[in-house]
DNA sequence: TTGAAAGCGTTACCAT
DNA sequence: ATGGTAACGCTTTCAA
């Protein structure tokens, strides 16, 4: 049997005052119509501290028709990703006395059902997760709908959702800093390891975003870009069909005529991939070829050697998300953010060396 | 500007009948006072279709003080885990009209605030993750007192709160499936690498259940074990200490005079490592060695060949965590369960082979 | 079989 | 500067 919790009439009784006294007190709530004065003001903070009282959100939560949660619809896809997301989002929503809650799916259908329930839950914000998952017409068209009303919705990680604030992973800064990087450490021959249709800018936006800063990069210093465009995966999984496919656009790299020195790969999946086919031709990582990899924290830190790499800023990307929402809940001004990504270095990228030189152009 | 949604009054006026009987209809109240004609039945069933009404999940509340929100404090260790676990609640509580509510903490610290914030949100219910956090003392001491008042309070992965039901790995049984399964693929010498303090039952009962189940099946077998220690690990971090660590173990392991034909290795990321170490001995798994990996799933995709392993069952264990909770709430007997992790076959075990028999005893 | 009234804990507004 | 009162949307209980 859990103990009565205190109510605001309890300290209100205890301290000789109404109501709506405590209530002013406890929420420091300075431009009230209700003014206290100092002394009452003490003795309501300590019968309440006394008393042990926290104030119920239940009776906030009706008394201002706000729920104070901000809702996560999140694909169970790229389920890694979630937990950073969540305090992302959590860093934001405390001070605000908001709490996340969170509706995982995993296709079009319970991703329809967990959207009805995040809303049957009175959400007062929504944070959507749309990344990697071929967009639902249907819920897509939902959610534009809720959108359109002035409902807080927040699209994460994709760019499925018109007409809505969202915040992305910033692709193209990320490949020009992945870029400069291998460049300042002097390689001149730099490879790219992108998705096959990356050059479809409509609907592969990611792909071309990293491709267009890595180029953007290369011409500035005057040097040809060398793409070795990977095969699409379809199935997601549990990502092994990414690591042969990063494996496959190894093979094609070594067949060059003219072997890059580093090589940068869009998926730390991918670029595991692409180690294991020099490894297996016996090229030594970072020795012969640097190798950067991007995206995906998890992987990044299980190669021999560990890769490094540019690893989405998740944490940052769910506060991101969590001000954007609270942006347009308390009508300021905000915008779509594009999150730049985290620099994690280890030890898949060396300088140039003069043997690497030699083997180049023999 | 939302619309304004509408309430149980305008079903109720829209319907003819008073708010009572919308209330009771709706949620099928059988045994209510409130007894409703089929005919009224219908018509406000259909009233309420068309003015597209879902109750208020507040005012609901607030009158049966009942926040429907089932909390889950988690460590940021685990993340990788989280979303998992997550969806396993949601399983469970979703037809029950709960929905979870996340609390992710990094330290003891952060912890005690989470948990607090928890209760300030009227948390019906409380699945709390200790694993792999040295549960600190104050927080444990929080959490039996919550516990003790009869609120249903849960531990998940962990043994640190007393008195407390909760759900954990079934250690031994996955031990006796592992080893069983080698057993039946022909190895007769097979061995199990594990944390070093393993026998130190109190403390390290994970790894000592493990090795119980090892032991047990070996035993009924008659062959004896060959327990490989790996070095513990302090910073659990990004994991790569517990690559290194299995690095180490399969060093020891090459170093035997009698070589295990297979290899049992508690934490995919030490069989990670210990696959790395052989393969840089120029053994190949798993023609030369097998290697079955157990407990985190992210990992176990990534080697080459991809590691047959036993992986938590992170939603099944959600799941678990959910029932119990759900019945201290009604009252149902309930108690402590251990999940069986998941099977997963992949490359990095295979049947004994005539070479591998030469090999061991020439 | 139904309606009416009270109450859940809080906040907002209007009096004093 | 402070207190009273109504309201939020729903459920529960009692009366009809």
Chains 1, 2 share one sequence.
Not at 276 to 300: H, I, T
Request: hydrophobic content about 40%; overall charge neutral.
């Amino acid at each position: 049997m859990a103990k009565q919790r205190p109510t605001i009439r309890d300290v209100a009784l205890a301290a000789g005052v109404s109501g709506p006294v405590v209530s002013t007190v406890l929420n420091n709530r300075t431009e009230s119509t209700v003014r206290v004065s100092p002394q009452t003001r003490e003795r309501v903070e300590r019968v309440a501290r006394e008393l042990n009282y926290t104030p119920s959100i239940l009776g906030r939560s009706l008394a201002q028709q706000k729920s104070y949660i901000v809702g996560l619809l999140l694909s169970a896809v790229n389920s890694p990703l979630a937990a950073e997301v969540i305090r992302g989002v959590q860093d934001i929503a405390s001070p605000q006395r908001y709490s996340p809650m969170v509706f995982i799916h995993g296709n079009p259908e319970e991703e329809a059902a967990e959207f009805e329930r995040s809303l049957d839950r009175r959400v007062d914000a929504l944070i959507v997760d749309t990344f990697d998952t071929p967009a639902d017409a249907g819920n897509v068209e939902a959610y534009r709908n809720l959108a359109s009303t002035g409902f807080p919705l927040v699209e994460l990680f994709g760019m499925s959702i018109p007409d809505v604030l969202r915040v992305n992973v910033d692709f193209e800064a990320d490949a020009r800093r992945a870029t400069q990087h291998l460049l300042e450490l002097g390689h001149r021959r730099i490879g790219l390891v992108v998705h096959e249709h990356y050059h479809k800018k409509e609907t592969h936006w990611a792909g071309w975003g990293f491709y267009s800063g890595y180029r953007a990069v290369l011409e500035k210093a005057g040097l040809e870009p060398i793409v070795i465009p990977a095969p699409a995966v379809t199935a997601p999984g549990d990502g092994l069909a990414f690591i042969e496919s990063g494996r496959y656009a190894g093979r094609e790299l070594l067949a060059l005529a003219e072997r890059p020195t580093a090589v940068i790969s869009y998926s730390n999946r991918r670029a595991y991939g692409v180690v294991q086919a020099f490894l297996s031709e016996g090229l030594k990582v970072p020795e012969d070829v640097s190798v950067l990899g991007y995206y995906e924290r998890d992987v990044a830190v299980l190669t021999d050697p560990p890769l490094s790499s540019l690893c989405v800023a998740a944490r940052e990307a769910g506060q991101a998300a969590a001000k954007i929402a609270f942006g347009i809940m308390q009508r300021k001004p905000v915008e779509t953010v594009a999150v730049a990504s985290e620099w994690m270095p280890r030890g898949s990228t060396s300088a140039l060396s003069a043997s690497q030189r030699n083997t180049i152009r023999p």
